[in-house]
């Protein structure tokens, strides 16, 4: 499978912002809708030019993106992964997962099951196998190991 930055950027922001504003991860998308999203992933390649902090507060004012009580990084009692590393495993699961539309997949992806099990940073399951996590996803439900 090839690498895809733009979407890896899109799928960091949103972590990203999902972590500043307190949201579950579905609640980001939900507020920056599908047509922010594709604009986001469609000019990735200049946006990573600027910080990703300007770049969230941007579409936050934007987006009216408000603050919610979601916090699964200060529920954390272990080391917090990157809002990178999180990116990346969402965004190579979509990548896996994604038959035609990669932005219709994100959407699908962000607003099923796996986004709780994801975010939850007291788990292991990020840092599974992407096959591991994809197999999941397929089935529904987290696999035993």
Request: proline share 2%.
């Amino acid at each position: 499978m090839k690498f895809d930055a733009a979407l890896m950027y899109t799928c960091s922001l949103i972590e990203f912002i999902g972590r500043e504003r307190r949201l579950p991860r579905a609640a980001v998308t939900d507020a920056l809708g599908k047509e922010r999203l594709s604009a986001i992933y469609r000019h990735a390649d200049v946006l990573h030019c600027e910080t990703i902090e300007s770049v969230a507060d941007r579409f936050i004012k934007e987006s009216q993106i408000p603050t919610g009580a979601f916090d699964n990084v200060g529920r954390c009692r272990y080391a917090v992964p990157d809002y990178w590393d999180i990116g990346e495993v969402y965004s190579r699961l979509i990548e896996d997962v994604a038959e035609n539309d990669t932005l219709e997949t994100l959407w699908a992806v962000y607003h099923s099951w796996i986004d709780a099990a994801i975010s939850n940073y007291n788990s292991d399951f990020f840092y599974q196998s992407r096959d591991y996590i994809r197999a999941c996803y397929l089935a529904g439900e987290v696999l035993a190991g």
